[in-house]
């Protein structure tokens, strides 16, 4: 939550900083420290969701290069979360249905070698079924 909604407005969510493939380790070790980080992350999202302004609603931002319209980036975010939800309560089966867990580098380096485009988020993974 914190990379994406960090910069919400001027910066794609794939933040430098950020180290996907280590975000679902188990490190957390006491259930206060699991509010705690789920307080911290839900806090940036509607700190960011508070700040929005009629004109900020206009803007187009990126999410791995591909445009979006303020609604459609908050759409896709609030999508995403419960599907990480599924993972973690059942992370013995854990199956991926985008990113392989390891694979991020390979990617995102894929998604940004790509121009900005614009469209709809599930195109691929529609095209791929097809396949």
């Known amino acids: 939550m914190f990379s994406r909604w ?20 188990n490190d957390i070790t006491t259930r206060e420290e699991l509010l705690d980080k789920w307080e911290e992350g839900w806090n940036c999202l509607f700190t960011v969701l508070n700040s929005l302004t009629t ?6 931002i990126y999410i791995r290069n591909q445009g979006h319209n ?5 759409n ?15 992370h013995n089966n854990w199956i991926s249905l985008s990113i392989p867990k390891g694979n991020s580098n390979t990617y995102n380096t894929n998604k940004f ?5 614009k469209g709809h988020f599930t195109v691929e993974y529609l095209n791929k079924k097809k396949e």
Do not use: V
């Not at 303020?70 to 908050?74: P, Y």
């Open 6 to 25: 960090t910069n919400f407005l001027t910066t794609d969510g794939e933040k430098e900083w950020k180290n996907r493939d280590t975000e679902f380790e």
């Open 76 to 90: 896709r975010q609030l999508a995403h979360y419960p599907y990480h939800i599924g993972q973690i309560a059942t």
């Open 113 to 117: 070698s790509k121009p900005k485009q």
């Open 70 to 74: 303020i609604t459609e980036a908050i």
């Open 55 to 60: 004109a900020d609603m206009q803007q187009e």
